[in-house]
């Protein structure tokens, strides 16, 4: 047995190796995922991180009698039949995000310029929101804070709305500042893509320094005009939108495509695909991916049975597939980390400022539970607690699914329940094409050692 990854040090320490059990039935942990290639069979064990290489002669052993194997219990591959997984990955978790250290500057800032917008998507999670934009004032203030808080670190900030070049003053105001002070930052953005012309992609790239765009589009160019409803009257807004993504790759400006898809536009999508592929084919700055956009917001896209989630899905995969293909989905890498955060909002090294200077911890709560503001000190260490609780598990099926030990969320996150019965097999089958390529990988630095 071949290591190719070793296991995640704080995890592998806290389990010490597995002693065999007399007389016990042995069989895979849930955790465990195989995948077949020329050289034998790989085996990446989801919860410790480790992935090992089984030669063809092992590869015959494992399939009549793993146990034979003796690392495959030391290292945890095989467990007794009665052994509660879930219950261990949970447990070894809690004892490395215990053991994390305490984060003391703030690096990561989610600067939300105005909660106003130039599009009217049907679907948005801010309509009925209180529409405002941040003043000159408020962004002086927000400039100062990064300078006091972020330590002398680098800072990460995300440029977000509304639609956040609505308010492009304030985002100058905040770079300049940042530069006259030394402070080392780059910037990411989400936006709509209507604003960014030519002039503002280069103030993006020499202020800003803008490194990524995540764009939302919803299908082909009738389709679109149509869900974005911008207020601008006798304009192409597709149209637009695609010239400016041209200008953005033109500055060596990463662009992600994000394509919302429903039973109603998943045909379109699939042509929207096709014509991001003829119009910007082989730009290795440009990618897509596709988010489900039913349940969440199921009272307005209507609700979706499990026959037409199936169908949708079935449909999801081939156009990723398509993408992949042309080099426009790029699968996430597998990180061999343990996962003890879930995102920004439990995060003590990131927050989000809002128009009006009041900080948040996630985007998705702009009118309420406010833990501080940029004008106070410290933070309510009561809402603190409240955006940090987590949960686990709520399905039933959850306790056969291989990504478990990185699943959780947070019982403050609105969509924390994106999860179908389909999708553990989908992530298994993601997880084993990874797997692949890591090995590939594997091998390639070994040649060039």
Known sequence: MKTIFEPAKPYFKLLGEQKVQAGAKYRLMTFVVQA??????????????????????????FEQRPTDLPELISH????????????????????????????????????????????????????????RPMT??????????????????????????????????????????????GV???????????LLDAETVKEAHDLWNLKKVQITIDGTEQTYNR????????????????????????????????????????????????????????????SAYLHLLFEDNAKRVGACNDDKRRLLMEKMRLIEDKLEGW???????????IKTGYCMADNDGSVVIQPDGYITKCEHYTDSHHVGHINQDGFDAEKIAYFKEKGTMVKEFCRKCVKYPD???????????????????????????????????????????
């Open 407 to 449: 699943c959780m969320f947070l019982l403050s996150c609105p969509n924390f329940e994106e999860c179908y019965p389909e999708m553990p097999q989908l992530y298994e089958n993601q997880l084993r094409e990874e797997m692949k390529l890591m090995y590939k990988a594997h091998l390639e630095k070994g040649i060039e050692a």
């Open 184 to 194: 080392k930052y780059s910037s990411t953005m989400t936006s709509n893509g209507f």
């Open 136 to 181: 000159e004032q408020t962004a002086q203030q927000v400039a100062e804070y990064i300078i006091k808080h972020s330590g002398g670190e680098e800072v990460s900030i995300g440029w977000f709305g509304g639609e956040p070049l609505f308010n492009k003053p304030v985002i100058n105001h905040i770079a300049n500042r940042l530069k006259e002070a």
């Open 76 to 131: 945890w591959f095989l467990v007794p039949e009665e052994h509660d997984d879930c219950q261990l990955s949970l447990q070894l978790r809690n004892v490395a995000r215990l053991m994390e250290p305490k984060q003391t500057n703030i690096t990561g800032y989610t600067v939300m310029t105005t909660s106003d917008c130039n599009a009217r998507c049907f679907y948005c999670y801010e309509l009925g929101q209180t529409r």
């Open 227 to 286: 869900v974005k409803a911008f207020i601008y009257k006798g304009v192409n807004a597709y149209e637009t939108v695609m010239q400016n993504i041209g200008h953005l790759l033109a500055a060596d400006i990463a662009v992600t495509i994000r394509m919302n898809i429903d039973m109603h536009n998943a045909d379109d999508l699939e042509r929207l695909a096709e014509e991001l592929h003829e119009r910007f084919k082989d730009d290795k700055h440009l």
């Open 36 to 61: 077949a290639i020329d050289d034998g069979l790989l085996l990446l064990h989801n919860m410790t991180k480790e992935m090992v290489l089984l030669s063809q002669e092992e590869q015959a052993v």
């Open 327 to 337: 080099g426009l989905f790029r699968r996430h890498t597998y990180e061999p980390m």
